[in-house]
């Protein structure tokens, strides 16, 4: 019953943010799970394996209490089957983009 429910329960998509809290450097990233996305950069950084050069050593220098993870926004369960999920996700990183002045 609970294998069920999981695969039925709608996943956590949005908008997720990772920031360098000694030099300020954001990233800014969409997902189908934001709280995947997390973890694996989590575990990516904790490898010494993330692409990005400045959170890596970010990380590197201070561990997790240099960076901030935070999800910045989820998307609501539509009714509509055929929503575009992932062409809501675009815009929405779009937004956020413009929002931190990163475009």
């Known amino acids: 019953m609970a294998a069920r429910q999981a695969r039925d329960t709608f996943p956590p998509m949005g908008i997720y943010a990772i ?4 030099s300020g450097h954001l990233l800014l990233g969409a997902s189908r799970n934001v709280h995947a996305a ?3 950069a989590r575990f990516e950084l904790r490898m010494g394996k993330y692409a990005d050069r400045v ?4 990380w590197n220098s201070s561990g997790v ?7 910045l926004e989820l998307l609501k369960e ?5 929503f575009d999920y992932a062409g ?7 937004i956020h983009r413009e929002l931190q002045r990163l475009v």
């Open 19 to 22: 920031r360098d809290r000694a």
């Open 65 to 71: 209490e240099g960076l901030d993870f935070e999800v």
């Open 88 to 94: 809501e996700l675009k815009a929405l990183e779009e």
């Open 38 to 40: 997390l973890n694996r």
């Open 78 to 82: 539509r009714a509509d089957a055929d």
């Open 55 to 58: 959170l890596q050593a970010g």
